[in-house]
C-alpha cells in the first residue's frame, strides 16, 4: 500500500511564501507523475502544478511565475514552493501521485494524499 504524508502548510500573510512538501512511502518503484491539486470551500479541486519523472512541468496560470514545483525521484517526494501568496490561494492542498509502478511490470493509477490547509489573511 502507498501512502502520500504532506507537510507545510499554514497561515501566512498575503506576499507572504510557504514551501509545501509530499513524501511517498510504501513498495515503490518509480513514480510518473506527482502534482499538487487545490480545492477551496464551495469550489471543485483543481489542478495547481504537476511535474514528471523526467521533469516536464505543468503549472496553473493561476500561480506561473508564483509557484515552483520540484521533485527528488530517489525520495518520492514532491515540493511546492509557494511565493507572493495572495488570499485567493487560500484552499486545502492535496498531493498526488500518478502512475505508482510497485513492481516493474505493474502500477496502480492514482494515490493521494489527505490534505494540508493554506490559508492566506489580506
Known amino acids: 500500500q502507498v501512502q502520500l504524508v504532506e507537510s507545510g502548510g499554514g497561515l501566512v500573510q498575503a506576499g507572504g511564501s510557504l514551501r509545501l512538501s509530499c513524501a511517498a512511502s510504501?513498495?515503490?518503484?518509480?513514480?510518473?507523475?506527482m502534482g499538487w491539486y487545490r480545492q477551496a470551500p464551495g469550489k471543485q479541486r483543481e489542478l495547481v502544478a504537476a511535474i514528471t519523472s523526467g521533469g516536464s512541468i505543468n503549472y496553473a496560470d493561476s500561480v506561473k511565475g508564483r509557484f515552483t514545483i520540484s521533485r527528488d525521484n530517489a525520495k518520492n517526494t514532491v515540493y511546492l514552493q509557494m511565493n507572493s501568496l495572495k488570499p485567493e490561494d487560500t484552499a486545502v492542498y492535496y498531493c498526488n501521485a500518478d502512475r505508482v509502478w510497485v513492481r516493474p511490470d505493474r502500477y496502480e493509477n492514482r494515490y493521494w494524499g489527505q490534505g494540508t490547509q493554506v490559508t492566506v489573511s489580506p
Open positions: 510504501g513498495i515503490i518503484f518509480s513514480i510518473s507523475a
